[in-house]
Nanobody, 125 residues
């Protein structure tokens, strides 16, 4: 059973950059697509970014396109989310997730079988 642990969330100023990490243990993630989701206070969880098993295919929510970049290091069993030009509306708990399908990118929550506990990002104006 895979365990996912996010790290890197903290309080930052608008315009700053931040890199989130997701470390997996218990099994390899190298054959699975991975994703990042977020949940802002009082809102539903939403898709942020996804990456396929090999790292050569990615997809982003429109709200973060051009500012965020998802990447992975299968040798380290880890996934990352580089967040640039942060805005107050990016404030949320960010979750890493492992997809159930065949390694292709996945945008929807139901396509994921394992989730981390989340890391809090607060962007002040």
């Amino acid at each position: 059973q895979v365990r996912l642990e996010e790290s890197g969330g903290r309080l930052v100023q608008a315009g700053d950059s931040l890199r989130l990490s997701c470390s997996a243990s218990g099994r390899t993630i190298s054959t699975s697509a991975m994703g990042w989701f977020r949940q802002a206070p009082g809102k539903e969880r939403e898709f942020v970014a996804t990456i396929n098993w090999s790292g050569d295919s990615t997809m982003y929510a429109d709200s973060v396109k051009g500012r965020f970049a998802i990447s992975r290091d299968n040798a380290k069993n880890a996934v990352y989310l580089q967040m640039n030009s942060l805005k107050p509306e990016d404030t949320a708990v960010y979750y890493c997730a492992l997809a159930t399908r065949d390694g292709r990118i996945a945008m929807f929550s139901f396509e994921y079988e394992a989730w981390g506990q989340g890391t809090l990002v607060i962007v002040s104006s």
